[in-house]
Each structure stands twice: as structure tokens, then as C-alpha cells.
């Protein structure tokens, strides 16, 4: 089984991707599971435009982005909280994915990251908007990475013990449940019943 975890910060050197990998490292260590990273904060995407249909110049890398998504049996999706908001990166990468399949009927399990005690709006954000055309299925369970600089440290001493093993023990519990579902959302996607074609865009 494969899951992408895609983080959604800007930034080169992110907090949200420390916490990537600290989820990776996660599912790595079980048995049959294996991982890739999209960090846009390293690897950014161009503003979607209407070249992306022509294949413009500066789209060359979604083809083998594409194969990486539709590889892909589920997915994390990490979003630090900017003021209130999910980063204008990671919604230009749901507005590149329509109903062809590279996130649909596929579970993800949000992940927000704060410095602080906040972290919902993004999550309310996530499950309100991000899923329209591309059919992506979010879990019923979250991550809040609060407090997130004392927590995923791959050096345990810059950790908060009691912060850090809390939400290791939640994000465990969390991507069992991600696996699981995973597993048995294949059944919808092979039951021939989804017709993108007839119904290119949700409600």
C-alpha cells in the first residue's frame, strides 16, 4: 500500500514538514506500507492556469506527479494554519486535480499545524472546500500538531515528553484508521460504479 503525504507550507525549512516526517516515519515502519513527499515548500507548483490543459512549459513536472497520485491508495495532508487559513499552495494543488481520478474516492487524513493552541480552522477549511471536483474522502478523524516546535523533533531532548507522546499516540491510532480505510475504499474504486464522465463536477 502507498500513501502520499503532501504538506502544504510554503516554506523551505517548515515546521509542518518536520511533522511530515515524523507521519512518514510512521507508516514506514509498518509492514507493506510505503510513503513519497510532496514538501511545496521545496518542490512549489505553478499557479493553476489555463496552460495546464495545453500542457504548457512550465507544467513538465505534473506527469510524473500524476503517477505518483494515482499510484497512491491514500493520503495525509498537512496545512499549517496562516492566519486562520489553509496556505494559498496547498489550494492551488487541489484546484490541479479534478474528477480524473488522481485523488478520487481516496481517503486522507488532515493534519493542521499551529505554534500555538489553534489548528481547526484549517481542518474546517479542508473538509469544506477541497473536495468538490476531485472527489477526495477526508477521514472523520484529525490531526492538530499544537504547540508543534516542542513536538516531532527527530532530537527527543527538544521535545515536550507529555505534548509529543500524546500526539504520536493519536496520529498511530489516526493512520490505522487511514490504512484501514484505504483498504476498503479500493472496493468502491474498482466497483464500476463511479462515472466521471457523466458527472465531471460535484454539487
Not at 487524513?109 to 474546517?124: F, K, T
Not at 516542542?150 to 500524546?166: F, L, Y
Request: net charge negative.
Amino acid at each position: 500500500m502507498k500513501i502520499g503525504i503532501v504538506t502544504g507550507s510554503h516554506r523551505k525549512d517548515s515546521q509542518s514538514a518536520k511533522v511530515g516526517r515524523f507521519l512518514s516515519a510512521q507508516l514506514d515502519a509498518r509492514d507493506g506500507v510505503a510513503t513519497w513527499v510532496l514538501d511545496l515548500g521545496r518542490s512549489p507548483l505553478p499557479l493553476w492556469d489555463e496552460d495546464i490543459w495545453s500542457q504548457g512549459s512550465q507544467w513538465s513536472a505534473i506527469p510524473d506527479l500524476k503517477t505518483a497520485l494515482d499510484q497512491s491508495d491514500g493520503f495525509v495532508v498537512i496545512a499549517p494554519e496562516w492566519h486562520g487559513m489553509v496556505p494559498a499552495a496547498l489550494k492551488n494543488f487541489f484546484l490541479l486535480w479534478a474528477a480524473t481520478g488522481e485523488l478520487s474516492h481516496k481517503p486522507a487524513l488532515p493534519c493542521a499545524v499551529s505554534a500555538g493552541e489553534g489548528g481547526a480552522y484549517v481542518i474546517s477549511e479542508l473538509r469544506m472546500s477541497s473536495y468538490k471536483n476531485n472527489r477526495l474522502c477526508w477521514l472523520p478523524e484529525q490531526l492538530i500538531a499544537r504547540d508543534v516546535k516542542a513536538i516531532c523533533n527527530e532530537d527527543s531532548t527538544q521535545n515536550d515528553t507529555p505534548n509529543h507522546d500524546a500526539f504520536a499516540e493519536r496520529s498511530r491510532y489516526a493512520l490505522d484508521l487511514l490504512l484501514a480505510y484505504a483498504a476498503a475504499l479500493r472496493s468502491v474504486r474498482n466497483s464500476g460504479l463511479i462515472d466521471h464522465d457523466t458527472f465531471m463536477n460535484g454539487m
